[in-house]
């Protein structure tokens, strides 16, 4: 998920303080360091897939999950933590989830087992998906008027993150082994909960506590566990009409059935109706979900690409991602300077084209040149076409409710992470049935073209806009 995406999904009100206050600048460099340390760890294990895989004897499309859980909790936790921090105070919920987050780090890097490892994870996401929102509320807090300005500059920390994470994972698993990618986040972690306790302020929390959703909370991550699992079991070989797999189709089912039902009759739903109904918002959902499987669900597994199907080492494996945020950053920039002049749809359709030829790219076989430069180029075009497209559809879904930023923010995102997960379990589920996994992964890429191109016609419902909103 993107900063801009997690960062509007929470909103609390501040408690302002002079800007003169000379910890200010020390607080940023606090929470900053956790967020940055939050988003080396949604990439870096990428790269170490395939050693996972081998000293843990486990299946591909299981040491995936070590992806994709931590995906699935961030989408849980997220709204979640700014209540909490509502509730609790800042300080308490943001040093809680560096706790959290350094002590599942450090029995990650100590497991024998793919299972017990991927349910660490799960509480490793629960830290570092409650970093942002309650980063975000301390940083309001000591900024005063100047708080738009300080979030705004978290934007730089992710891409940052997704440059550093794969070569750090490559790094770490060429030199030492993949238990590095976890054991380093120990001796941050700690030095975090140490400064934050002397720096952090202590903020005031709301004399009126909202309520959570915790019945919402908990069918919407039943329904995309069980569509997990069956996309899972379906991958380690069985039929479809296994019990491994029905039994998870079945639960999924009913607890999305009973999740809509839920959110359209609860006083305070987890997601709001409103922004599931009518054309223009189905239409942008349906984009963030099939963008969130096609385009950010891929990158998490080109490390893996590059290593099976041209025998890459883990490290240059790793930073073909750094050329895709290479990409990213070089155009998002201009393009949200130039935005409201060219409107919504054009960058849109440019953008998603532009993703498509680059997965093009990386499905086929080198025509030129060595691997490395061949999907390096084709990392980097799907990383360019992404700083075209994602500004605008972000600006698209906010135009839609301008008064409802948060709640559109955090829908998008959830969208965007589900669509991830979909992606990364139906891919893995595919090479794991393959006698030949890297060209099965370039087909896949080809498809996942195909579905980008197929769903620019959803972007042609939203309605286009040029100017401010």
């Known amino acids: 998920m993107s900063v801009s995406e997690t960062e509007r999904t929470q909103s609390a009100p501040s408690l302002l303080v002079p800007e003169k206050d000379p910890r200010r600048w020390v607080i940023f460099g606090v929470v900053s360091l956790a967020l940055f340390m939050g988003s080396i760890d949604q990439t870096i294990v ?9 000293e843990l004897h486990a299946a591909v499309n299981w040491s995936s999950w070590t992806i994709t859980v931590y995906a699935l909790g961030q989408v849980i936790v997220m709204p979640v933590a700014g209540a ?15 706790a959290i987050f350094t ?3 450090l029995a990650c890097g100590l497991v024998s087992n793919i299972y017990v490892l991927v349910a660490l994870r799960a509480v490793q996401a629960l830290g570092g998906g409650a970093f942002m929102p309650s980063a975000t509320g301390l940083v309001a807090d000591v900024f005063g008027q100047d708080r738009d300005r300080a979030i705004g500059m978290f934007t730089s920390i992710f891409p940052i993150g997704g440059v550093v994470g794969p070569v750090l994972g490559g790094v770490f698993t060429t030199y030492w082994s993949w238990r590095g990618i976890f054991l380093v986040n120990i001796p ?34 039943t329904m995309l566990l069980g569509a997990m ?7 380690g070989g069985s039929g479809i009409t296994a019990p491994e797999f029905v039994a998870p189709v079945v639960v999924a089912v009913l607890a999305g059935v009973a999740f809509v039902r839920h959110i359209c009759t609860a006083e305070n739903p987890f997601v709001d109706p409103r922004l599931l109904r009518g054309r223009q918002f189905a239409a ?7 963008f969130g499987a096609a385009v950010l669900g891929f990158g998490a597994l080109v490390p893996l690409y590059a290593e099976t199907r041209y025998g890459l080492s883990a490290l240059s494996g790793g930073t073909l991602l750094t050329a895709r945020a290479v990409g990213i950053m070089f155009v998002a920039a201009g393009v949200v300077y130039l935005l409201r002049r060219l409107g919504y749809r054009l ?32 990392a980097g075009l799907t990383g360019i076409g992404m700083g075209i497209a994602m500004p605008a559809a972000n600006n698209a879904a906010l135009n839609l409710a301008p008064d409802r930023t948060a709640a559109v923010s955090g829908l ?7 669509g991830a997960i979909t992606g990364i379990s139906v891919t893995t589920a595919v090479i794991a049935q393959s006698a030949n996994p890297g060209v099965a992964q370039g087909h896949v890429f080809q498809v996942f073209a195909a579905v980008v191109v197929l769903v620019l016609p959803l972007a042609f419902l939203i309605k286009d806009h040029r100017g401010s909103w």
């Open 46 to 54: 990428a790269t170490a897939l395939p050693d996972l895989q081998h």
């Open 84 to 98: 909490l921090a509502d509730l609790y105070g800042r300080k308490r919920v943001f040093l809680t989830a560096v």
């Open 103 to 105: 002590t599942a780090s």
């Open 188 to 221: 941050i972690g700690i030095a975090l909960v140490l400064a934050g306790r002397v720096l952090l302020p202590k903020a005031e929390t709301r004399s009126r506590r909202p309520k959570l959703d915790l019945v919402g909370i908990a069918l919407m991550a």
């Open 229 to 235: 699992l069956a996309i899972t079991d379906l991958g």
């Open 284 to 290: 942008m959902n349906a984009f963030n979900f099939l």
């Open 347 to 378: 960058p849109i359709v440019v953008g998603s084209l532009v993703i498509a030829a680059g997965l093009l790219a990386l499905g086929f076989e080198p025509p030129f040149g060595t691997p490395y430069v061949w999907l390096a180029l084709g």
């Open 412 to 418: 998008r995102g959830m969208f965007r992470l589900a």
